[in-house]
Each structure stands twice: as C-alpha cells, then as structure tokens.
C-alpha cells in the first residue's frame, strides 16, 4: 500500500528547460552549446547544488571560463537572469494537493543548490510538503544511493509505500533498487495514468 509521494523539483514541480531558455535567448545553436557547458552544464553548477561552493564562487569561477572561451556577456547574463525559468508547474502542485488532501505523505527529492531551494520554499506549494531531501545538504547529487537513502532514514519511510516522480530515468534507478516504486514526469496526462496504474486516482 503506498503512502508516500515523493517528487523531484526541477522538471517536475517547475519548470526546469536551461537548453530552451538559451536557445530562445540567442537563438544560435552554437551560442547555445558553449553558454550551457560553461553554465548549467558546468562542473561549478554541480558543485553548487551539491552544496560544495557558493553561488558566488560558482558565478565568479563560470565568469572567469567564460572570459577565456569569449562568452563573458552571454553567461553574465544568464547569470543574472536564470531563476526566470523555474515557473511553477501549477497542474502537477494541484495533482500534490489532492494527494495531500487524500491522505499521502508529499516529499520532494531534489539535486539543488541552497539559494535555489530557499527561493522555491516561498512558493505556494511548499506548504504540501512534510519534508524532503536537496543535494545542496546531503552533499552527493542524484543518482547517488546516499541521498536515496538519507530521505528514506531521515523520515522512516518504508520503500515499498513510496512512488517518486523525476522527469530523468538515470535519477530514478538507484530508487528502484531500493524497491521504490518510479513514474517518469513526462506529460500530465501520463503522470495521471500511471499514478492510476498504482491504484492511484486523481481526478
């Protein structure tokens, strides 16, 4: 019987495109490529959100390699500008709420940095949740089991009583080792069957 409904943040609670928010901005594929790899593709950004740099450091290390690689203005700007892209996926915090009001157990599991978890924790569904787990304080980034394991023993939730939800299937492997019951994030509507395949009705 599952009780526990745990989702990532990024891709499923909001929105999370950095590709095509960068390929909207500049609108050339190379641009494109060479500002993601020197930003949210970034050895820094995977430090950032396992909690092992500031955002400082983070910004001023990806300013530096952009300098060298002459994309200083293209990755100032996303720098300033990226938290833009983090809309709320309204449908998915309601299809939350109702689970919630149904008795569920709502978790979310996130790779994050510290700064980017404190700004979704003013939106409204963040009251749904009775905890979590981000990279950002576990220090180890989905899909290291450590992480997995850290939610199920900070929370003493039994495997077999928990469905997680991400939009990237490499996240949810270690989850299925540990006998946690996955669903990928692709459209609302699959969501919505596939929680119905576990017994689950929504609507």
Not at 24 to 36: L, S
Not at 64 to 84: H, L, R, S
Not at 154 to 166: Q, R, S
Request: include cysteine; glycine fraction near 6%.
């Amino acid at each position: 019987m599952y009780r526990n409904i745990i989702f990532d943040l990024g891709g499923v609670m909001v929105e999370w495109k950095p590709q095509d928010y960068l390929m909207e901005r500049f609108r050339n594929a190379i641009t494109e490529k060479h500002v993601y790899e020197l930003t949210f593709g970034s050895p820094e950004w995977k430090d950032l959100d396992a909690g092992k740099i500031s955002r400082f450091m983070a910004s001023k290390a990806m300013l530096e390699n952009a300098q060298a690689a002459g994309y200083a203005f293209e990755v100032q700007e996303v720098i300033d500008d990226w938290t833009t892209i983090l809309h709320t996926r309204y449908r998915v915090a309601e299809i939350a709420a109702r689970l919630k009001g149904r008795g569920f157990r709502i978790y979310y599991l996130s790779n994050i940095a510290s700064d980017t978890l404190l700004l979704l924790q003013r939106r409204s569904f963040w009251r749904l949740f009775d905890g979590g787990g981000a990279s950002c304080d576990v220090h180890v980034l989905k899909p290291y089991t450590k992480i997995y394991h850290k939610l199920l023993d900070t929370y003493e939730l039994d495997p077999k009583e928990c469905i997680f939800i991400d939009d990237d299937e490499e996240n949810m492997k270690p989850a299925f080792k540990l006998g946690i019951t996955c669903i990928p994030m692709r459209t609302i509507g699959s969501l919505i069957k596939n929680l119905a395949s576990c017994g689950i009705k929504v609507r």
